[in-house]
C-alpha cells in the first residue's frame, strides 16, 4: 500500500516537472487585434523573445508558452490565450473571444540573448501557474495571494529566481512591516519608521534578476514612509532602467501633490 502511494506521488512530482520544463518565452512579434469582441479588443501585444510583452504600449507584463497556449501575466491579472496557426485566441475573462495576429512592425526588439536562462524563467513562470492558478476563467487566485495562502509558493520561486514570486513577496511583506497601509496610509510618516532590512533585500533581488519594477516597488515604500527625496531617487533610477511604472508612478504623485497645495491655498 505504501509503495503503491510512493508511486503515484512519484508519477505526481514527474508530471509537474515535465508540464513545466514543456514551458517557453520564444515568442516574437507584434500582435494586432483582428476584432472588437473583448474588453481589451484594441490593445496590441508585443513579445520580445524572452518572456517580457510591452501591452497597449502602455505596460509590461511576463508571459510564457506551452503546447498550445499563451499566459501573460500583466499587473494584477492574468491572460490566457489558444494559439492556433499564429493566431492568438483569447480564452479567460477580459480577452475571451478576442482574436490577435501578428503585424509587421519593425520597433519589436528580440532580446532572446542567453536561451538557456529564458527558457529556465519560463519554467519557473509556469510553475508558478501551475500552483497558483484556478479554476474559473479568470485563472487568477487573487484572493489566495492577498491572504497568505501562496506565500510558501513565492518565497521558493523567488529564492529559485522567479521575479514575480519576489514582488508579490515584497507587496506582502510591506503590508505585514507597515501598519495602517490600507486603512489609513496618510498616518505612517509621523510614525518615522526605518526602511525594514528585509524589504531592501528583496527590492535588490528582484533588480538583480532583471526586473526594473525593483525599483518601483522600492521607490513606493520610500514614499509611504514619507522619504519622498529617497522616493523620487529610486524612481529616477528605475526610469532609466526602463520601468514604465517608476515614471507614471512618479508622474502620479508630482502630480497629487500639486493638488494638495492647490487645496491648501484655498
Known amino acids: 500500500m505504501k509503495k503503491n502511494k510512493l508511486f503515484r506521488l512519484l508519477l505526481m512530482v514527474y508530471g509537474c516537472v515535465l508540464s513545466a520544463q514543456g514551458a517557453d518565452n520564444a515568442l516574437h512579434g507584434y500582435y494586432g487585434a483582428d476584432n472588437d469582441k473583448t474588453l481589451y479588443s484594441s490593445f496590441s501585444f508585443s513579445f520580445d523573445g524572452n518572456g517580457k510583452v510591452l501591452i497597449a504600449d502602455m505596460d509590461y507584463g511576463d508571459f ?3 503546447n498550445d497556449s499563451l499566459i501573460i501575466y500583466p499587473d494584477k491579472s492574468i491572460f490566457i490565450f489558444k494559439i492556433k496557426k499564429d493566431k492568438l485566441i483569447g480564452i479567460s475573462n477580459w480577452v475571451e473571444k478576442g482574436v490577435w495576429s501578428p503585424r509587421k512592425d519593425s520597433t519589436s526588439i528580440n532580446n532572446r540573448l542567453n536561451p538557456i536562462d529564458a527558457k529556465k524563467k519560463a519554467e519557473l513562470l509556469a510553475e508558478y501557474y501551475d500552483k497558483t492558478k484556478k479554476s474559473s476563467k479568470s485563472g487568477l487566485d487573487f484572493d489566495a495571494l492577498v491572504s497568505g495562502k501562496t506565500n510558501e509558493i513565492n518565497e521558493k520561486l523567488c529564492q529559485k529566481g522567479l521575479a514575480k514570486a519576489c514582488m508579490n513577496l515584497f507587496g506582502l511583506k510591506m503590508m505585514e512591516y507597515t501598519p495602517d497601509l490600507l486603512s489609513d496610509p496618510g498616518k505612517i510618516p509621523s510614525k518615522k519608521l526605518k526602511a525594514h532590512p528585509e524589504l531592501i533585500l528583496l527590492s535588490e533581488r528582484i533588480i538583480e534578476l532583471g526586473e526594473p519594477e525593483g525599483y518601483t516597488v522600492l521607490g513606493s515604500y520610500y514614499y509611504v514612509l514619507g522619504l519622498k527625496e529617497k522616493a523620487f531617487k529610486t524612481w529616477d533610477e528605475g526610469e ?16 497629487q501633490e500639486e493638488l494638495n497645495q492647490e487645496d491648501q491655498k484655498k
Open 64 to 66: 510564457f508558452t506551452r
Open 240 to 255: 532609466k532602467k526602463g520601468s514604465l511604472k517608476s515614471a507614471r508612478t512618479k508622474a502620479m504623485v508630482e502630480i
